[in-house]
């Protein structure tokens, strides 16, 4: 009895120290630039996966997009409606997903944050990025309320600024929501370059929002997400043809009462030579790239010139 004792006594205190040290770190406020990552995804994306994953997720008639960087950092963007947040959650513990480094909600649309409620509340989250677009809606405020009751840090993005998580790729914020009237022009914008790979997520931009950016920023890009699930209010001719992607993703549901993708839009893709991808025909869509080449849905390897 008196050896199980001297064990015994050890074992508590080391608990209790465990137990202290955990709370300390859950109380900690991280800025963006030094956004923690979890470490041991990090470790084992850094030995076996030291490439570039973008997953579009079948949400339904929605967006939700995870990025996995090279150096195991993970990006949430938005979580699709509300009835799509458990199948995102399952989606992310498939995957491996212990938690998500930033969460990047690109407006404030039912469609695109309603899902993310129920990710904020189960998965742990290390930073929330809004687009600064403030909406008058029960799912906006209890998006709103959930990160605060979870203590979950959260900026409003800002035109033209990088996001710093990985040191080898170059994350930039082409449109954001600061003074603008309308969700859809209030949407997010991502330039992602990875090596010799580029995409750009469009989020629910609108044909005035592409303007704008095309004169603003090399938009050049090897895979668009399509804004707005494809309706005719986004991807302009001017606008394919700066961006001259050879891919693109267009997320939606087949019985959406909008009829997305419209036809319009979809004539001028096939016009370009562009290789569609939906998530209605598809389900998930990958894309994996080691900056070289571009692995789709893990069959085709398609080289990188630029």
Do not use: W
């Amino acid at each position: 009895m008196k050896y199980v004792r001297i064990i015994f006594v050890p074992c508590i205190l080391s608990f209790l120290c465990f137990c202290l040290a955990a709370s300390a770190f859950a109380k900690q406020n991280f800025p963006a630039h030094t956004i923690p990552s979890f470490q041991y995804e990090t470790q084992y994306y850094r030995e076996y996966y030291p490439k570039l994953s973008i997953s579009f997720f079948n949400v339904g008639q929605g967006d939700c997009t995870l990025i996995v960087l090279p150096n195991g950092k993970t990006i949430l963007i938005d979580g699709g409606p509300h009835e799509a947040g458990e199948l995102v959650v399952r989606k992310l513990e498939e995957k491996k997903i212990g938690g998500i480094d930033l969460v990047i909600s690109t407006h404030p649309d039912i469609d695109h944050i309603g899902g993310l409620i129920t990710v904020l509340q189960q998965v742990p989250v290390r930073m929330v990025l809004d687009s600064g677009k403030r909406y008058n809606s029960y799912t906006y405020l209890e998006y709103i309320r959930t990160i605060r009751k979870r203590h979950i840090p959260f900026i409003f993005a800002k035109e033209g600024q990088y996001l710093p998580i990985d040191p080898n790729v170059v994350i930039q914020v082409l449109n954001n929501g600061k003074a603008k009237e309308q969700n859809n022009e209030s949407s997010i914008v991502l330039k992602l370059r990875y090596k010799h790979a580029d995409f750009l997520l469009m989020g629910d931009a609108d044909t005035a929002t592409e303007e704008m950016i095309i004169k603003r920023y090399d938009t050049h890009a090897d895979v668009l997400k399509v804004g707005h699930h494809g309706s005719y209010t986004s991807t302009s001719k001017a606008f394919l043809h700066a961006v001259n992607p050879q891919f693109a993703v267009i997320s939606y549901d087949k019985h959406n009462p909008y009829g997305h993708p419209h036809q319009v839009v979809r004539k001028r893709l096939k016009k370009h030579g562009i290789r569609v991808f939906s998530t209605a025909k598809h389900g998930d869509v990958e894309f994996v790239t080691d900056g070289k080449n571009l692995e789709i849905e893990g069959e085709l390897l398609f080289p990188l010139l630029k």
